[in-house]
């Protein structure tokens, strides 16, 4: 959700996708909610800019009884909160697909111009049911597709994005809020870019004098 859209914060896991007929949503009893402020994807349909959304395990279409971390879970997805992305089925077919889809795609040389890839919860490396080494196995996977990419490897950024942006390791504490609009600040979001034109460079807590 933290990628749909920056007009306001979102409260993570306090609803789920609107559409109780998505794939996986009838894992959930909490409330379904739509939400209609602009997103980053419809900024690139304006723009006609083509992007889909690749999710691990879409295309199981889970019963009510197969639920995260094993099967897709439609909280997961942040597209599908807004109507205005998934009330068209042609549109849907083609932003919404599974991930196996991803790889067929850059074999092709079909690979969208924005691209977002979401495995499932037990590859991930949330602790419980996730493992550090599931969730580096599926970022490695994507990244070598890529770089052993004749028409991507030159041309394709890839960031990796942790579920994490509490700003825990802050060497001081964030404001609540915004002095300008008194709105709460959104989820800052840590990444590692990897590419071909991308430069090295490191950020650490404990950097000192470009050293760690």
């Given amino acids: 959700m933290y990628f749909a859209t920056g007009k306001f914060v979102f409260l993570d896991n306090n609803v789920i996708a609107q559409n109780p007929n998505l794939n996986g949503a009838r894992c959930y009893t909490k409330n379904f909610k739509s939400y209609y402020s602009t997103t980053i994807a419809d900024l690139l349909n304006y723009y006609r800019i083509h992007w889909t959304f690749y999710a691990e395990g879409y295309d199981q279409n889970p019963n009510s009884t197969q639920c995260y971390p094993n099967y897709y879970d439609a909280t997961d997805n942040p597209f599908t909160y807004f109507p205005s992305l998934i009330n068209s089925s042609e549109r849907y077919s083609k932003n919404f697909r599974d991930y196996t889809n991803l790889y067929s795609d850059i074999r092709a040389g079909k690979l969208p111009a924005v691209s977002y890839v979401k495995g499932l919860s037990i590859h991930s490396e949330h602790p419980a049911y996730g493992t ?79 050293r760690v």
């Fill in 132 to 210: 550090l080494t599931a969730g580096e196995t599926i970022s490695q996977d994507v990244i070598n597709a890529i770089s052993e990419s004749h028409t991507y490897r030159k041309n394709t950024v890839i960031f990796l994005l942790p579920d994490e942006s509490g700003g825990f390791y802050d060497h001081v504490s964030p404001p609540s809020s915004s002095t300008i609009d008194n709105q709460p600040y959104s989820p800052r979001i840590l990444f590692v870019a990897v590419g071909h034109q991308i430069k090295k460079i490191m950020f650490h807590m404990f950097k000192w004098n470009r």
